[in-house]
């Protein structure tokens, strides 16, 4: 959104519901609706949900060592473990905490947000129409006097920002002593003001509100013909007033008037206005730009029927206070389904989020969209955002969106200036990773947002002028060091359950304002539950998966403990859901088994020739019950192993789905027997039997008519994993080197140019994957996708960030 994500020392809040600026909290699990007609749900979101008590596994504090001979050190006793009582109270927490935010989301409108003390006051400030010398809105006043804080201010009760409590405070000030009622209350906050002044110069630049430099000299201006003093000599406010000197002259005056621009947002601090021209500018609900504020100062001047409504609306809406934007459908719609998808609880709201992304479609334009619908003025922030949400669920989107941000070499947030946010580049950056084939407006987007993003960086400059959020830096940071080719879903949510701020972000507009179905404790108690909650089920996998590779003595085929652990993590860290157990063990078997034929036949032709015969015997005469097989000791346990486990996967799929994949599975391991003699490259076709592991075992199944489709995904799936299990295997003894996702390469190294295809076949796999309009079930061709980004990882991630991912996904508990 124009006004979106950075990184504050704020102070911290107390434990309330996200929803106490709006409505009383209500005792958990209470859940009710305002009315019939207004559907915002009470909460009280520190009661929704509590930790559960099982006990921690206990780690070693620093990363560097957390794998000691490949294993992090956890004492066996906290693996296991879970008594029944507690498995039925966590079950019921995480239903308990699903169901509210299905409620949540099932009651989401025009957007749920915070009162702005200032914009209720410019409101308030608007004089009858019919019965001059009396207020148009009583109530908004009546609001003012029912807010004041115990320090005699207004603002955001929960945060203090000096620029937000002053604007606020003065404006709330100057409504009250132009009706000339609660004279205690005005002089309290007259004298907060005067205290408070100074202090502007001690806050961060970044975090000045929107529009501060125009609007709070215009304030003071007002309080002056009201016969309010105020001094205004002190240093902050001088800079200020230069500020507001050197934006009045860049203010294109002709532009402003005949065409659609961010100024109509802040037009109550504009002076000398053709009020006459820019009526016409006015949004489809009476509103200039979706601004209480600007569209109350328009109708002082104007007396327009259409922003008498749009605020009237407003106020009963909100019983008497008004928020500093509204609608703000959009934004809500696109940064919830953002903020479920991060913190790995989207799989409970699929058909929430449909109805989300389809609203959003609805209203998506060939410029891009704004917070708000049917807007003229678009923004990167929401564009950004909403481009790569429908794109990742199969939506037709065009890049050309972008192309008026487009300045230069560079990108800007809002037509029109030339200033960039951190959220709305990163956002940018996010959405440029979806790129498919020949989009050049992303590739140069992607260019550009990685080197400003990662300037930023570097001089230790990841504020943000949007949002002041829990780790910003530590967003930022992911996304810059994890290619989105190499993000496995579940740490990037190991990560993000930290990052997230839950209640505490806050969002920067025309003063500080909450989203609370954007930014709550719900999403994140019921996150972290349902985090421990799979790591709890990831635990016992691993410890049964070990009691596999014993009974089966796969170390004494040369694959270590160490490469069972980072084989296990990578498919659980890629497919984690509780429900998908079989489909995850399936893979790490499977990789497994794979790792050991090629590891301990790798060097000799003979035994390597021998294998696939012995294996075509075994299948030809039917391996059933653990049959002895003839031949050599280790090749006949190798395949003893191979048919045991496939068979216990074929059960497994039976019970579930109930359907026989033995003749398939033997199928597929028969092609990559074959593969592997004939060439003996790695990862030559170990990807097309992960992949058709993986989806026989999900119960997946394509049609004939898709059977071209099936086989271009298996041949691009095979050339990517293959080149970068090649790349893995030249360069995992040399120092390993970190991907600069910036969208190019040196071209004169041959390494770089193997990238640079590999990327190219990523972006035409990407669109495969991601196109809806082919029929095939999405969740086949995620497989793919999930299966190639997995080699991504393996072949381009530091082994020391891959132990540290290791720990923090499997062992240590979200806390």
């Known amino acids: 959104m124009f006004m979106s994500s950075s990184s504050s020392s704020h102070a911290r809040r107390p434990q309330l519901s996200s929803f106490s600026y709006l409505h009383p909290p209500l005792p958990f699990p209470g859940l009710s609706f305002s009315s019939t007609r207004d559907k915002r749900v009470n909460f009280d979101s520190t009661r929704i949900i509590s930790i559960a008590k099982s006990k921690p596994a206990r780690t070693t504090p620093e990363y560097s060592d957390v794998l000691q001979t490949g294993l992090p050190l956890i004492v066996e006793d906290d693996i296991q473990e879970q008594e029944e009582p507690l498995e039925v109270s966590l079950e019921n927490?995480?239903?308990?905490?699903?169901?509210?935010?299905?409620?949540?989301?099932?009651?989401?409108e025009d957007g749920e947000i915070s009162i702005s003390a200032y914009d209720t006051a410019w409101v308030a400030l608007v004089e009858n129409i019919h019965h001059p010398g009396s207020p148009q809105f009583p109530s908004t006043l009546q609001w003012i006097a029912n807010n004041q804080l115990p320090d005699s201010s207004w603002g955001d009760p929960d945060m203090f920002l000096t620029h937000d409590r002053l604007i606020n405070t003065l404006a709330c000030v100057i409504a009250l002593k132009k009706w000339n009622i609660h004279p205690r209350k005005c002089k309290r906050g007259l004298s907060f003001v005067?205290?408070?002044?100074?202090?502007?110069?001690?806050?961060?630049?970044?975090?000045?509100?929107?529009?501060?430099?125009?609007?709070?000299?215009?304030?003071?201006?007002?309080?002056?013909?009201?016969?309010?003093?105020?001094?205004?000599?002190?240093?902050?406010?001088?800079?200020?007033?230069?500020?507001?000197?050197?934006?009045?002259?860049?203010i294109p005056r002709d532009i402003m008037h005949n065409v659609p621009t961010t100024l109509l947002y802040s037009l109550e601090g504009l002076p000398s206005l053709d009020w006459e021209k820019l009526v016409k500018l006015q949004c489809q609900d009476g509103s200039f730009l979706f601004s209480p504020s600007s569209t109350a100062c328009a109708l002082m001047h104007t007396k327009d029927g259409n922003c008498f409504?749009?605020?009237?609306?407003?106020?009963?809406?909100?019983n008497g206070g008004v928020p500093n934007v509204y609608p703000v459908d959009l934004f809500e719609h696109i940064w919830s389904v953002d903020r479920l998808l991060r913190l790995g609880i989207s799989r409970f709201f699929r058909p929430e989020i449909k109805e989300c992304l389809e609203y959003?479609?609805?209203?998506?334009?060939?410029?891009?969209?704004?917070?708000?619908?049917?807007?003229?003025?678009?923004?990167?922030?929401?564009?950004?955002?909403?481009?790569?949400?429908?794109?990742?669920?199969?939506?037709?989107?065009?890049?050309?969106?972008?192309?008026?941000?487009?300045?230069?070499?560079?990108?800007?947030?809002?037509?029109g200036q030339s200033d960039q946010a951190i959220t709305g580049i990163y956002n940018l950056y996010r959405a440029s990773q979806l790129m498919f084939p020949k989009e050049t407006i992303l590739h140069g987007a992607k260019e550009f947002a990685g080197n400003f993003l990662r300037k930023k960086r570097t001089a230790n400059e990841l504020l943000d002028k949007w949002i002041i959020t829990k780790d910003?830096?530590?967003?930022?940071?992911?996304?810059?060091?994890?290619?989105?080719?190499?993000?496995?879903?579940?740490v990037e949510t190991r990560l993000y359950i930290e990052q997230y701020g839950g209640q505490d972000d806050v969002w920067i507009g025309k003063t500080l304002y909450r989203m609370p179905y954007v930014n709550n404790n719900v999403y994140l108690e019921l996150a972290k539950l349902d985090y421990n909650n799979c790591q709890s089920l990831h635990r016992i996998e691993w410890d049964n998966i070990q009691k596999w590779y014993e009974e089966?003595?796969?170390?004494?085929?040369?694959?270590?403990?160490?490469?069972?652990?980072?084989?296990?993590?990578?498919?659980?860290?890629?497919?984690?859901?509780?429900?998908?157990?079989?489909?995850?063990?399936?893979?790490?078997?499977?990789?497994?088994?794979?790792?050991?034929?090629?590891?301990y036949f790798g060097n000799s032709r003979e035994e390597r020739i021998a294998f696939p015969n012995e294996f075509q015997k075994a299948k030809t005469r039917g391996y059933i019950n653990g049959r002895r097989l003839d031949g050599k000791q280790a090749t006949k346990g190798l395949i003893e192993m191979v048919f045991a486990t496939l068979n216990h996967l074929s059960q497994d799929a039976l019970v579930v789905h109930g359907q026989d994949i033995t003749p398939h599975l033997y199928q597929s391991w028969e092609k990559w027997v074959l593969t592997w003699q004939e060439g003996g490259d790695r990862g030559e076709g170990e990807a097309e039997l992960l992949v058709q592991t993986i989806n026989l075992m999900a119960g997946h199944t394509h049609?004939?008519?898709?059977?071209?489709?099936?086989?271009?995904?298996?041949?691009?799936?095979?050339?990517?994993?293959?080149?970068?299990?090649?790349?893995?295997?030249?360069?995992?003894?040399?120092?390993?080197?970190?991907?600069?996702?910036?969208?190019?390469?040196?071209?004169?190294?041959?390494?770089?140019?193997?990238?640079l295809q590999i990327e190219s076949d990523m972006r035409e796999l990407v669109q495969l994957v991601l196109n809806s309009s082919d029929g095939m079930d999405s969740n086949i061709k995620q497989t793919f996708l999930t299966v190639t980004k997995s080699f991504y990882y393996t072949a381009f991630t530091h082994p020391g960030t891959v132990n540290y991912h290791i720990a923090k996904v499997l062992f240590e508990r979200v806390v």
């Open 93 to 108: 927490q995480i239903r308990q905490g699903v169901d509210i935010v299905k409620s949540m989301l099932g009651s989401i």
């Open 194 to 250: 005067k205290e408070n002044i100074s202090k502007l110069a001690k806050e961060d630049e970044e975090h000045m509100l929107i529009g501060f430099e125009i609007a709070f000299p215009s304030l003071l201006e007002m309080a002056k013909k009201l016969g309010i003093e105020i001094p205004d000599d002190c240093p902050a406010m001088q800079d200020i007033y230069t500020k507001k000197d050197l934006k009045l002259t860049r």
């Open 309 to 318: 409504s749009y605020l009237n609306n407003l106020v009963h809406k909100f």
């Open 360 to 415: 959003v479609h609805r209203y998506w334009t060939k410029d891009g969209i704004c917070w708000a619908r049917n807007s003229n003025v678009q923004d990167i922030d929401d564009t950004s955002m909403g481009f790569r949400l429908l794109r990742l669920h199969g939506y037709e989107v065009s890049p050309d969106v972008f192309k008026q941000f487009k300045k230069g070499n560079e990108f800007v947030c809002v037509v």
């Open 472 to 490: 910003l830096p530590g967003e930022v940071g992911f996304a810059l060091d994890v290619p989105w080719y190499a993000c496995l879903p579940r």
């Open 552 to 599: 089966y003595n796969v170390g004494g085929f040369g694959v270590s403990k160490r490469g069972l652990l980072k084989t296990y993590f990578v498919a659980t860290a890629s497919i984690f859901e509780p429900e998908r157990s079989v489909e995850r063990l399936a893979w790490a078997k499977t990789a497994i088994l794979v790792e050991t034929i090629r590891s």
């Open 703 to 755: 049609s004939q008519e898709e059977e071209l489709l099936y086989e271009r995904l298996f041949k691009l799936t095979n050339t990517v994993c293959h080149q970068l299990g090649h790349y893995h295997h030249l360069n995992k003894d040399k120092q390993p080197q970190q991907v600069q996702d910036n969208g190019g390469y040196n071209n004169s190294n041959p390494e770089s140019i193997s990238k």
